[in-house]
């Protein structure tokens, strides 16, 4: 009997990040079913690997986590919850006991039958003795491999109790619930496109089916399933989390589908990033998220002034938002005025949005090229984050040709580019000539017609790399591209 395991679960099991598994499945060297990988093929795969305890892995994780927020430490669900995964465990351990005890009966009804040939002279004289004396000696024997594979069940088993993996049909986009999280902070935390209103069991918004496996309450909701709503197996993603792996019919949300929101927010800090552009990092409260998409637009009010501003946070950042603010003041001047430029730390604002439909494919596993020209950094941090938080994508580039604000933030990038290897950064100061550029983007992926390309810049630059990545035979359909001012 095969053991599959899902992909999310293996990358925690031999230490690897998912995106280079599902890069391993994309090239056809790991097979997998639907997400799932038999037993066999992770030890073919994996024979050398120090499972649980690699520096270097952590370091990534420890980046990746800054990187998008996320990769919460494997906390005990509620006993409730341990309570039925434990059970669900305990109902295989059984199924496994019973195979096992009827594999033993078959073997005693192989020795009779092999008996009743060997008297009716159909088998040679000694002929039964002796393959069952070889076939007990082959059951007794302990494989070599035996070991290894009773240390990846083992641990697979640990998480199980730990861990669930969530699919979303139809796209097959997956994830992993942790601890005592519902189903949508999970999705949320892996920048899922969830739907969802209140997050917190009164309005029904987040409603969906479970296809496969099994849900257990985790938050009280006021908002009433009706007997008919169970039995067609309908939940409340914010209430509810996984016993075991489950699927779930999700309804396609995008970017035009995301309610306008209007929430508080406080400033927890604020980061001069060069010239008149300063970052302000945002904390909303407890009972207020914002829903948006990384790439989208978000509108800042404060002073009675507002201005619209591009969101260079992913919603996997949980209750934390970024804006990159160009603060009023005379051209060529560095000095800032207005309202934004005068705000200090704990001051709260508020924030209206989301606008803007510039937002990343997240069904795509195709690789992603990020261009992004002066303050279009904004954005492709968002999406870039958000890539990194779904795990995708078998490769991110980011190209970026700074301006006279220069090309801030970069220590982050860097850090990522040397801990990731799927991640690849090229950073072009002001005043490089555009083919070098354009060359970078070529360069970066050889095969840009099989990436997606998300662009962000001023026109001039945004019809040139356009012209460049479609001569280069990238459909159109995989391009993507925001103008900035
Ligand atoms: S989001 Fe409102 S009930 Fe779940």
Known sequence: MSHLIPLSRLARLVD?????????AQTGVLTTFDGFVELEEVL?????????????????????????????????????????????????????????????????????????????????????????????????????????????????????????????????QTFEIVGNESLLEAGLRAGMPMPYGCSNGSCGDC????????????????????????????????????????????????????????????????EPLGGRRIALHLMTSRAERMRYMAGQYLEISVGGQSRLVPAASCPCDERRIELHVLCEGDAGDDTMEGPLSALLPNAEVTIRGPFGTFVLDDASERPVVL????????????????????????????IRLGNEEGLYQENLLKSYANALDDFHYVALPAGTPIV??????????????????????????????????????????????????
């Open 371 to 398: 261009v992004a020209e002066g303050g279009g950094f904004a954005q492709a941090k968002g999406i870039l984050q958000h890539a990194l938080s779904l795990e995708h994508a078998p490769s991110i580039s980011l």
């Open 44 to 172: 073919r795969h994996f024979p050398d690997v120090k499972l649980g305890d690699d520096a270097e892995l952590r370091r990534v994780e420890e980046i990746k986590e800054q990187a998008s927020s996320k990769a919460p430490p494997l906390d005990m669900p509620e006993p409730h919850v341990m309570y039925e995964r434990l059970r669900v465990l305990g109902r295989e351990y059984a199924a496994a006991r019973g195979k096992l005890m009827h594999y033993e009966r078959v073997l005693g009804w192989i020795g009779d039958k092999l008996a009743e040939a060997e008297e009716e002279g159909q088998t040679a004289s000694g002929f039964a003795d002796s393959f069952l004396q070889w076939l007990r000696t082959e059951l007794e024997t302990t494989p070599g491999d035996l070991a290894r594979w009773e240390m990846v069940l083992a641990r697979e088993r640990i998480m199980r109790v730990m861990t669930a993996q969530v699919t979303l049909l139809p796209k097959g």
């Open 207 to 270: 409603k969906c089916r479970v296809i496969s496996g099994d849900v257990v309450k985790v938050r009280p909701h006021d908002y009433m399933l009706t007997a008919a709503d169970k039995q067609q197996g309908f939940t409340l993603t914010c209430s509810y989390t996984a016993i075991g792996d489950v699927s779930l019919e999700m309804a396609d949300i995008g970017a035009a589908d995301i309610p306008e929101q209007t929430i508080r927010a406080r400033v927890r800090n604020i």
């Open 16 to 24: 690897k990040p998912r995106s280079e598994l599902q890069r391993m």
């Open 436 to 485: 070098e550029l354009l060359d970078a983007v070529t360069a970066m992926a050889p095969g840009i017609a099989s990436c997606d390309v998300y662009a962000i810049g001023d026109q001039n630059v945004i019809d040139a790399v356009k012209y460049r990545c479609l001569e280069a035979g990238l459909p159109e359909a995989q391009w993507k591209a925001q103008v900035i001012s």
